[in-house]
């Protein structure tokens, strides 16, 4: 997942750095890692994202998508 996506999906759910992470089950310094592109999202982090905020890897992808389309 890039940086981009996860910071669309905190967005999305409209929550802040902290409140991501305490979902998440992270430090607020590793989702803003992550978000910096820093760190990558583990495969553990994917999972527990798409848990926790009911999203699929299809919509991942959609969201990938039209980031790549949206620079071209």
């Given at each position: 997942m890039k940086p981009e996506t996860f910071k669309a999906i905190r967005y999305e759910k409209n929550k802040?750095?902290?409140?991501?992470a305490k979902e998440l089950?992270?430090?607020k310094s590793m989702?803003?890692?992550i978000?910096?592109?820093f760190v990558k999202v583990t495969p553990?982090?994917?999972m527990k994202i798409a848990k926790v905020f009911d999203?699929?890897?299809e919509?991942?992808?959609?969201?990938e998508k039209a980031d790549k389309?949206?620079?071209l």
């Open positions: 802040t750095q902290a409140e991501f089950g992270i430090s989702v803003e890692k978000e910096s592109g553990r982090v994917r999203i699929t890897d919509f991942i992808e959609n969201l389309l949206s620079k």
